[in-house]
């Protein structure tokens, strides 16, 4: 069955950089685009980028550009994403998608929760 | 960015009860409309797509439909299992973007 593996949550310092990994299993990982959602506390979601593992071509929210950088290994079929510069409006959970047809996400990870703090 | 304008905020409802939430685009984004229902500590879950499709796994009582730029998600008998919060996504352009959410409880 399809699953996706987030890594461990973080707590990491102001300024800092943090770099999570989402492993795909059960369907071929280069056939999908990946995406990663935001959910601030008790708040709704905000999509961040897409990258689509065949290719590596990525799209970004406009937002998160510059914020967020989207990377795959296609040996080990994982995706990451690493946040730099890290503020206290970064502490969230984030969570990896699949995306299928008509772009909904139908596979969600079981999300990192990302705390920035000193 | 396309703006969704998810209604209501919360929603208090009985079981069995008929319950419809509906999210407003700020222009065309034809069925690129999915509906996703997530339980306190737990990832969202894919209930509709394509506005009116329904996902696998998902029970039948759940439905979308599409009106002009409308577009809602019905329950058809509420249960138990449903209490969450519920969220509209557009994928028509990016960045794709989220109703803010509706809150659903138990009467």
């Known amino acids: 069955q399809v699953k996706l593996l987030q890594s461990g949550a973080a707590l990491v310092k102001p300024g800092a950089s943090v770099k999570m990994s989402c492993k795909a299993s059960g369907y071929t990982f280069t056939d999908y685009w990946v995406s990663w959602v935001k959910q601030s506390h008790g708040k709704s979601l905000e999509w961040i980028g897409e990258i689509y593992p065949n290719s590596g071509a990525t799209n970004f929210n406009e937002k998160f550009k510059g914020k967020a950088t989207l990377t795959v290994d296609k040996s080990t079929s994982t995706a990451y994403m690493e946040l730099s510069r890290l503020t206290s409006e970064d502490s969230a959970i984030y969570y990896c998608?699949?995306?299928?047809?008509?772009?909904?996400?139908?596979?969600w990870g079981q999300g990192v929760m990302v705390t920035v703090s000193s | 960015d396309i703006q969704m304008t998810q209604s209501p905020a919360s929603l208090s409802a009985s079981l069995e009860e008929i319950v419809t939430i509906t999210c407003q685009a700020s222009q065309d984004i034809g069925n690129w409309l999915s509906w996703y229902q997530q339980k306190p500590g737990k990832s969202p879950q894919l209930l509709i797509y394509g506005a009116t499709s329904l996902a696998d796994g998902v029970p039948s009582r759940f439905s979308g439909s599409r009106s002009g730029t409308q577009y809602s998600l019905k329950i058809s008998r509420l249960q138990v299992e449903d209490i969450g919060i519920y969220y509209c996504l557009q994928a028509y352009s990016a960045p794709y973007t989220f109703g803010a959410g509706t809150k659903l409880e138990l009467k």
């Open positions: 998608t699949r995306i299928i047809r008509g772009r909904a996400f139908d596979y």
